[in-house]
């Protein structure tokens, strides 16, 4: 039996997925250019690192599933994902201004 959950999609649905997870990975990616300072590459770094590299992963897996759409959509994992991505952008967003001076991420902020 299928679960009401796994779906195919319409292209209006998978237009606004793949835009709020373009919006998702580019968070990520603003977060880890804060984080790329040569001179705090510690362990710190490397956590936020992989926890954002997870999230970009899964952000991969979702966009093959949607090049396929052959019914194996779930919204259940999405929806989970969409509450995993948001914490971890939101913890890794608030430990980079507390590593970073203010000017620092201001300068990031421009590129």
């Known amino acids: 039996m299928v679960s009401p959950s796994v779906q195919i999609l319409t292209t209006e649905q998978m237009i606004e997925i ?4 373009e919006d998702i990975e580019l968070r990520a990616i603003h977060i880890l250019g804060i ?3 040569p001179l705090k590459i510690d362990e ?4 936020y690192s992989n926890m954002l ?8 897996d979702f966009r093959v599933l949607l090049s396929k759409n052959n019914g194996h959509w779930n919204s ?6 969409l ?4 914490n ?3 913890h890794c967003n608030q430990a980079a201004s507390r590593m970073y001076p203010p000017m620092y991420r201001q300068q990031q902020r421009q590129f």
């Open 83 to 86: 509450a995993y991505s948001s």
């Open 53 to 60: 590299l997870e999230v970009q992963i899964q952000i991969r």
């Open 88 to 90: 971890t952008l939101n």
């Open 44 to 47: 710190a770094f490397c956590s």
């Open 76 to 81: 259940d994992i999405y929806q989970k994902f």
């Open 18 to 21: 793949l835009n709020r997870l």
């Open 35 to 37: 984080f790329r300072d």
